[in-house]
């Protein structure tokens, strides 16, 4: 019997879906995923020391200016340029034959007015001269004698000597050169370089929250050591010698807000140079129940605020805000947003999300570091 078209284009659908719906299998849903494990720190609060690292430049000890106090010739240089002089060295020899005779003369004149002193202090008691007569002649004696002096210190100064100890820098003048007391240049320059100073500079907005932080109690001062100062050089490399903090400038320099501290450095190889520019570490305090952070366990939002991802103690990760002072070694220095025993995630935060229970594990990416070596290459 052929059925009507009509009836033959409604059967032939049902069929097929009867058909699919006989041969396939019902669809299991997938298992819900597990808790995401992350690996975290638990955040402890200790005593932490704190440094600043300042930029500075070297400075000589003590400088002194060679310079000619008699005339004439400079007939030798006694030095070698570079080298280390004693102070009282000679340095330079001028010529002597012109104030060698003038000392000549002065103790002939010298010779000459004691003698006619002696012969009128016996006239006078015998009122063969006046008592003017007399007071002439000894004042005659006593200028000559200031004479004589004069031209021995002439002859010593033709003898140019080392007004300091130190590195002597080139000379200026060479031999045969005519020099003058009182001119406007230097024959050459003695600088003391051990100990050497270094001029450190401060901005007064960094002294201003050190002041109050300890006004605070936040910060306490540091001990005896405070004082000490350790060197970074420009290449990186860490000077081996501690140097001392002396004082700090009482005014501000008006073009960069700052002040200069200056320490002191001892320099027994030389290493040092006036000039160099290097950075410098000191203890500015020491800071009780700190909380320190690992590194790698704070991020930034697109505001540029701190976070770091906490796990409580149900388990469940959230993102919070933190507030950050500054770097201590590998870490940062937390003021606001964490407590003591808290556990923050440093591994694995890429697959967090707000509200997600977690599997928290001690992480094995974290090695705290508050104070880096003091020997070797700087990190």
């Known amino acids: ?115 006619l002193a002696r012969r009128y202090e016996g006239l006078r008691a015998t009122n ?78 960094e002294i201003l929250r050190m002041q109050r932080a300890l006004a605070d109690g936040v910060l306490e001062r540091a001990g005896e050591d405070a004082a000490k100062v350790r060197l970074k050089l420009e290449d990186g490399s860490l000077y081996a010698l501690p140097g001392t903090l002396k004082f700090s400038e009482i005014s501000v320099d008006p073009g960069t807000g700052s002040v200069v501290l200056r320490a002191v450095f001892p320099n027994p190889d030389g290493k040092l140079l006036p000039g160099m520019f290097v950075h410098a570490t000191l203890q500015t305090g020491v800071r009780q129940e700190a909380i320190l952070v690992p590194q790698q366990a704070v991020t930034r939002d697109t505001r540029g605020q701190a976070m770091v991802w906490v796990v409580g103690d149900d388990g469940v990760a959230n993102p919070r805000e933190i507030e950050t002072a500054r770097t201590v070694g590998n870490t940062w220095l937390v003021d606001k947003g964490l407590q003591a ?21 001690p992480a094995g990416n974290v090695s705290i570091v508050t104070q880096f070596a003091a020997s070797g290459r700087a990190g």
Request: charged share 20%; with cysteine; proline share 6%.
């Open 128 to 205: 063969a001269i006046s008592q003017q007569q007399y007071d002439d002649a000894l004042a005659a004696w006593r200028q000559a004698q200031a004479d004589v002096d004069v031209a021995r210190i002439d002859m010593v100064y033709t003898k140019v000597l080392a007004p300091i100890s130190g590195r002597i820098g080139r000379s200026l003048v060479t031999e045969g050169a005519l020099v003058t007391s009182g001119q406007a240049g230097a024959l050459a320059t003695v600088q003391q370089i051990d100990p050497i100073h270094v001029d450190l500079t401060q901005s007064t907005g």
């Open 341 to 361: 025993g808290e556990r923050v995630v440093t591994e694995g935060m890429q697959r967090l999300r707000p509200g997600l229970q977690v599997q928290a594990e």
């Open 1 to 115: 019997m052929k059925l009507p078209q009509s009836l033959s284009r409604r059967i032939v659908p049902l069929a097929l879906a009867a058909a699919l719906a006989a041969c396939g299998q019902p669809q299991q849903s997938a298992p819900p995923p597990g808790p995401v494990q992350v690996g975290v720190y638990t955040v402890a609060a200790q005593e932490v020391s704190l440094t600043t690292e300042l930029p500075g430049r070297t400075a000589a000890y003590r400088i002194a200016e060679v310079r000619p106090q008699v005339s004439g010739i400079l007939q030798k240089r006694l030095f070698a340029e570079g080298s280390t002089v004693k102070e009282g060295q000679q340095l330079y020899q001028i010529d002597p034959a012109t104030y060698a005779a003038r000392l000549q003369r002065a103790e002939a004149n010298l010779h000459a007015t004691e003698s």
